[in-house]
């Protein structure tokens, strides 16, 4: 992986990491994710409009089709990822989400499409496997078995981040695809895949106006800064796939977990950080270990 690549997808990671602790603080659902979109929307309108002009002319069925299926994906993981926020702990939620992503395209590559695994592969999966539970709460899962309660919040952390974990493998698929072969501006991708994913939010927000007009006053500095960073985060990485094999990059910007689990823990004051952090670092290197294997 080319040095710049890397360079950006540790930046982004950092990004992400931040704009994740500020969706856990703000509590929000699918309309918090409509707040952030519309945020978007405005902020980066300028630049959205700048690159539009000179090319979505271009665009023919196959580019439209790629934000459409991109528009759901995004929008589908990110209202499961609130959801999840709300239900458990981010430090179960969020690595079990940026880790399951990668490990998930492996696998479905080696049962699906016949592809073969090494050692290093199997070794990969398996640091894997130990991430997950540490970072799941580790020895306090244990603990955790006794006490009906938090072994109820586990879990549910454990289901929402495996199946946000699934659509960020979609969605990186999808726009990978984009701007590795159909050759689409990765800032593009994103600012018009927001737009499509206004229109899917927008009905959310839509059918109880007081209700969203209360949680808007209550979450705005969090949707401003979402609205503004995230994209950021996002567009460093698809400008890395644009240099380095997707395989690479989508591993590696798993850096974002060991990121959140430090910050996490930190301000949210979840419990057994120092655990979590290690776990982080067992997902890191097994994703890794799989992109190379």
């Known amino acids: 992986m080319p040095p710049s690549a890397l360079a950006l997808i540790v930046l982004a990671g950092l990004i992400h990491a931040s704009w994740n602790i500020a969706a856990k603080k703000a509590g929000g659902d699918a309309r918090f994710a409509a707040f952030t979109g519309f945020v978007m929307m405005i902020f980066w309108a300028p630049l959205g409009?700048?690159?539009?002009?000179?090319?979505?002319?271009?665009?023919?069925?196959?580019?439209?089709?790629?934000?459409?299926?991109?528009?759901v994906f995004h929008t589908i993981y990110y209202i499961v990822l609130l959801r999840g926020y709300r239900k458990a702990d981010l430090t179960v939620v969020y690595p079990l989400a940026r880790?399951?992503?990668?490990?998930?395209?492996?696998?479905?590559?080696?049962?699906?499409?016949?592809?073969?695994?090494?050692?290093?592969?199997?070794?990969?999966?398996?640091?894997?496997?130990?991430?997950?539970?540490?970072?799941?709460?580790?020895?306090?899962l244990w603990r955790?078995?006794?006490?009906?309660?938090?072994?109820?919040?586990?879990?549910?952390?454990?289901?929402?981040?495996?199946?946000?974990?699934?659509?960020?493998?979609?969605?990186?698929?999808?726009?990978?695809?984009?701007?590795?072969f159909l050759l689409m501006s990765p800032i593009l991708i994103d600012y018009i895949g927001n737009l499509a994913r206004m229109c899917l939010l927008a009905p959310v927000v839509l059918r109880d106006t007081a209700t969203a007009?209360?949680?808007?006053?209550?979450?705005?500095?969090?949707?401003?800064?979402?609205?503004?960073?995230?994209?950021?985060?996002?567009v460093l990485v698809l400008y890395a796939?644009?240099?380095?094999?997707?395989?690479?990059?989508?591993?590696?910007?798993?850096?974002?977990?060991?990121?959140?689990?430090?910050?996490?823990?930190?301000?949210?004051?979840?419990t057994d950080r120092g655990v979590r952090v290690i776990g982080a670092g067992f997902i890191a290197a097994g994703v890794m270990a799989l992109a190379l294997a």
């Open 49 to 71: 409009i700048w690159l539009g002009i000179a090319q979505i002319p271009g665009w023919g069925r196959a580019e439209w089709l790629l934000v459409a299926a991109s528009a």
């Open 213 to 234: 007009r209360t949680m808007w006053q209550a979450q705005w500095k969090y949707a401003l800064y979402v609205g503004i960073i995230s994209p950021v985060s996002y």
């Open 99 to 140: 880790g399951s992503g990668p490990l998930l395209s492996s696998l479905a590559a080696i049962l699906f499409l016949g592809e073969s695994i090494s050692a290093l592969g199997l070794t990969g999966i398996l640091g894997v496997v130990v991430g997950v539970f540490l970072i799941a709460g580790g020895p306090g």
């Open 241 to 270: 796939m644009q240099t380095a094999p997707l395989s690479h990059v989508a591993p590696a910007r798993e850096v974002s977990m060991l990121f959140a689990a430090l910050i996490g823990g930190h301000l949210l004051g979840e």
């Open 144 to 180: 955790a078995s006794h006490d009906p309660v938090l072994r109820k919040r586990v879990h549910k952390g454990m289901i929402y981040g495996l199946l946000s974990g699934a659509f960020i493998a979609s969605y990186t698929v999808v726009d990978g695809y984009g701007v590795k």
